[in-house]
């Protein structure tokens, strides 16, 4: 059993930046394909970034492309969403997920295991 614990999230302005983490325990994220996606209320979870078991192919979302970067760190069994220039479009609840394989995917029902969830708000 893998338990993702997200942390990071607050309130900031437009323009600003925040990092998020997600530590794994259970497993070494180097045994998972992780990816960050994030909800507002009344609408579905969406994909933000992913990331491949070895860190080799990452995926972003157009809407942040050349704002946010996912990475790992596999000593710290952490992964990454630094997020940079943000907007308050990107106000939401950012969750971390893994799935125990080497593909990582977009799709939400792909994901075995996710995280409690962190509030990034951003005022405008």
């Known amino acids: 059993q893998v338990q993702l614990v997200e942390s990071g999230g607050g309130l900031v302005q437009t323009g600003d930046s925040l990092r998020l983490s997600c530590t794994a325990s259970?497993?070494?994220?180097?045994?998972?394909?992780m990816g960050w996606f994030r909800q507002t209320p009344g609408k579905g979870r969406e994909y933000v970034a992913t990331i491949n078991r070895f860190g080799g192919t990452i995926r972003y979302t157009d809407s942040v492309k050349g704002r946010f970067t996912i990475s790992r760190d596999t000593a710290k069994y952490t992964v990454y969403l630094q997020m940079h220039s943000l907007k308050p479009e990107d106000k939401a609840v950012y969750y971390c997920a893994a799935k125990a394989t080497f593909y990582s995917s977009a799709e939400v029902s792909a994901y075995d295991y996710w995280g409690q969830g962190t509030q990034v708000t951003v005022s405008s």
């Open positions: 259970g497993s070494i994220i180097s045994n998972l394909a």
